[in-house]
T-cell receptor, first 115, second 114 residues
Framework: AQSVAQPEDQVNVAEGNPLTVKCTYSVSGNPYLFWYVQYPNRGLQFLLKYITGDNLVKGSYGFEAEFNKSQTSFHLKKPSALVSDSALYFCAVPLNNNAGNMLTFGGGTRLMVKP | KAGVTQTPRYLIKTRGQQVTLSCSPISGHRSVSWYQQTPGQGLQFLFEYFSETQRNKGNFPGRFSGRQFSNSRSEMNVSTLELGDSALYLC?????????????FGEGSWLTVV
């Protein structure tokens, strides 16, 4: 079964410092990987996805993610954190490789950016 | 282009009652899926509809059901509500034609069962 794991429940970073939110995956076949962000009392917002091609994927709000096949990781990064980046971040992968709107999510990582 | 719209945003129901939640997908999207989010279980897939047919189903009891209309709008229904059904219910839409399609979520419907 396809799955993702987020090993950190919370990440703390100072404003202006680089941030990394970790995600590892377990899939059969070609991986399709997604990152979403959830602000308090809101739905999920799409940040970026990896389908194929360049290992560095650029997304919304200055975020990027690095796909690493040998380490089966897809870590989310940003060069300079903002207080407004504080939110809950989810990594996700399709439940299977068939066409379908079905994702399985990691447990989420709460990012706290302190001024 | 309007995003995924869910109604109502907040509702409170009593144990044993039933509830219907509504979702309007992004224009042109034929796939609509539903997810339940709780602090304990995280985000879990409920079911997916594509062109008015249930295409995929998660591991939830039969009290949870849904349907999709010809205009791609979708509803989900939960019957005989239990306290544990209190959750954020998220609707998501995509074109649904390939596994890597971007999936867009609505703001969710907060259900509290008392």
């Amino acid at each position: 079964a396809q799955s993702v794991a987020q090993p950190e429940d919370q990440v703390n970073v100072a404003e202006g410092n680089p941030l990394t939110v970790k995600c590892t995956y377990s899939v059969s076949g070609n991986p399709y990987l997604f990152w979403y962000v959830q602000y308090p009392n809101r739905g999920l917002q799409f940040l970026l996805k990896y389908i194929t091609g360049d290992n560095l994927v650029k997304g919304s709000y200055g975020f990027e993610a690095e796909f690493n096949k040998s380490q089966t990781s897809f870590h989310l990064k940003k060069p300079s954190a903002l207080v407004s980046d504080s939110a809950l971040y989810f990594c996700a992968v399709p439940l299977n490789n068939n066409a379908g709107n079905m994702l399985t999510f990691g447990g989420g990582t709460r990012l706290m950016v302190k001024p | 282009k309007a995003g995924v719209t869910q109604t109502p945003r907040y509702l409170i129901k009593t144990r044993g009652q039933q509830v219907t939640l509504s979702c309007s997908p992004i224009s042109g999207h034929r796939s609509v899926s539903w997810y339940q989010q709780t602090p304990g279980q995280g985000l879990q897939f409920l079911f997916e509809y594509f062109s008015e047919t249930q295409r995929n189903k998660g591991n939830f009891p039969g009290r949870f059901s849904g349907r999709q209309f010809s205009n791609s709008r979708s509803e989900m229904n939960v019957s005989t509500l239990e306290l544990g059904d209190s959750a954020l219910y998220l609707c998501a839409s995509s074109s649904g034609e390939a596994s890597g399609n971007t999936i867009y979520f609505g703001e969710g419907s907060w259900l509290t069962v008392v």
